[in-house]
């Protein structure tokens, strides 16, 4: 079942397609509150906060952020704070990442109903929405216009607006965002579920993570393990684009085959290889990567996880070394400039990556080379390590993990492009190559 | 009270004065700039302190100009 979203008056031009599988997220889409609760029930509030923990624990809820922690857990941890806060967090700031943006503009009800569930739980009396300008945020207001004038929400919500840096989104961003300093993560050395928001216990969910809450509570822990595997049960929302394809946003059950997942998003054509969990994800090969389960488990063995569900799938044709020398670009870029390691060590490391990228298509103007330096005539064979050596130096060094998750990316790059390491230290690239 | 056990280090607020691998350099090196290095490999964020050594990382602490560390008591 295909369509776009169905509203007569939402500006949805720039929304990205949606793949439904009935009976979960997506399908519990409504364009105002009637419908919602007529489609979804009311908002079942008065469960309780020890039985609600427990059925998100039996449920095997983890957070849909990225970091896939335990929600019960959190939850719990909150409910013995003084004066606590809840957030939804659906900043999105990964540019490939279109899920959260959908899901609060399609289903804005079910987000909302998960952040009221928690705030009651944990006897929460502030409760924020931070998201980015854009059309789900206006559709997401309206939501809360109405269910003000309704008088549904126990705990009122205010609403704060990302601005689109990429470490926006990270938790202690977040609160920053909110007191209303820049959005940069912090020192971390108290949880932020002890010390948050203006050092009150604070619960930080993702808006699908809160969605998926409120189908629980409605449903049950026996329903939602209904599908996705028994370590990992329930479904996710995954953003899926190729270049020039996409972003489609699909919602698939936890262990689903990763070129199923691409099927079902209207991806054709060959794949070279894919990056599984956004620009701080891990490179599979196609081969056996198409076959692996999008699951914890089975990407752990590449050095990769579901993350926020950002998959890019990169044709044969293109340079995964010139991919991922522009990510890395960017995300150096996208640096909050607060720790030298990852300031100074980023930079240094996306120069010498696009260095090696630019070694594989020599007199190729279009191809990313090193600012300030001129064209290598040979490849330097020393580059491989010294990516190596700068990237023990940024990772692991940082208030927050972009320096660790920028690693990552480049480490499953050199990987799973190792052929094309070797061809480009020869100074010619295997892209478009029969063989791979 | 139970004793801290674990070294955290702000990123945010470290300058690379370099004390801490001076008083400490059972745990701490410093790299080419200056900056905190675990000496063990692993990521330099959260050091577990052995018993032995936490006088060194209490003076550690007390000794960073840019007061980037403290000890913690830490549940992961």
Not at chain 1, 181 to 192: F, N, Q, S
Request: glycine share 12%; charged share 20%; proline share 8%.
């Amino acid at each position: 079942m295909t369509g776009t979203l169905a509203s007569s008056d939402a500006p949805l031009g720039s929304l990205a397609s949606v793949r439904v599988v009935p009976g979960r997220l997506l399908a519990a889409a409504a364009p105002d509150l009637d419908s919602h609760v007529a489609r979804n029930g009311v908002l079942p509030y008065d469960l309780g906060t020890g039985p609600l923990v427990a059925e998100v624990e039996a449920a095997g809820l983890t957070g849909r952020g990225g970091a896939a922690f335990p929600t019960w857990r959190k939850l719990l941890a909150a409910a013995h704070g003084q004066r606590t806060v809840v957030i939804a967090n659906a900043a999105e700031s990964e540019p490939a990442s279109a899920k959260d943006a959908t899901l609060l503009a399609s289903a804005p009800h079910l987000v909302l109903d998960g952040l009221q569930l928690a705030a009651a739980a944990i006897n929460a009396q502030e409760a924020y929405l931070y998201a980015k300008d854009g059309p789900a945020l206006v559709l997401a207001q309206r939501a809360l216009v109405e269910r003000q004038a309704r008088g549904v929400d126990r705990t009122r919500v205010r609403v704060v607006v990302a601005p689109p840096r990429f470490v926006a989104g990270e938790e202690t961003a977040v609160l920053a965002g909110i007191e209303g300093r820049d959005a940069l993560p912090r020192d971390k050395a108290r949880l932020v579920v002890e010390f948050g928001l203006r050092g009150r216990p604070t619960l930080v969910h993702n808006a699908e993570t809160l969605a998926q809450l409120a189908l629980i509570a409605r449903h049950g822990a026996r329903w939602f393990r209904e599908a996705g595997t028994a370590g990992e049960p329930g479904t996710f929302l995954a953003t899926v684009s190729s270049p020039g394809t996409g972003p489609v946003v699909v919602e698939m059950p936890y262990g689903t085959p990763l070129g199923e997942l691409l099927g079902l998003a209207g991806l054709s054509g060959p794949v070279g290889a894919v990056l599984v969990g956004g620009y701080h994800g891990g490179w599979v090969p196609a081969n056996p990567g198409l076959s692996l389960p999008v699951s914890r488990a089975a990407l752990a063995a590449w050095d990769a996880a579901p993350g926020a569900g950002v998959v890019f799938a990169l044709p044969p044709t293109a340079c995964g070394l010139d991919t991922a020398a522009r990510i890395l670009a960017y995300l150096a870029e996208q640096s909050a400039r607060q720790c030298a390691p990852c300031f100074t060590g980023l930079p240094r490391l996306a120069s010498v990556a696009a260095a090696l990228a630019a070694a594989g298509h020599p007199g190729n103007p279009g191809r990313l080379a090193p600012a300030g330096q001129r064209a290598l005539s040979l490849p330097d064979p020393a580059l491989p390590g010294e990516l190596s050596r700068l990237s023990a130096l940024v990772s692991g060094r940082g208030a927050c993990h972009h320096p660790d998750g920028s690693v990552r990316m480049l480490r499953t790059a050199l990987g799973t492009f190792a052929g094309d390491v070797q061809a480009h230290l020869d100074g010619y690239c295997l892209a478009g190559r029969s063989h791979r | 009270m139970t004793r801290p056990r674990v070294l955290h280090l702000d990123w945010t607020a470290c300058a690379g004065h370099g004390q801490c691998a001076e008083l400490l350099p059972e745990l701490l090196r410093r790299d080419e700039l200056g900056y905190p290095l675990a000496v063990d490999g692993g990521p330099t964020r959260d050091l577990v302190v052995p018993p032995e050594l936490a006088a060194h990382a209490e003076r550690a602490v007390s000794g960073c100009p840019r007061l980037a560390l403290r000890l913690i008591n830490r549940r992961d």
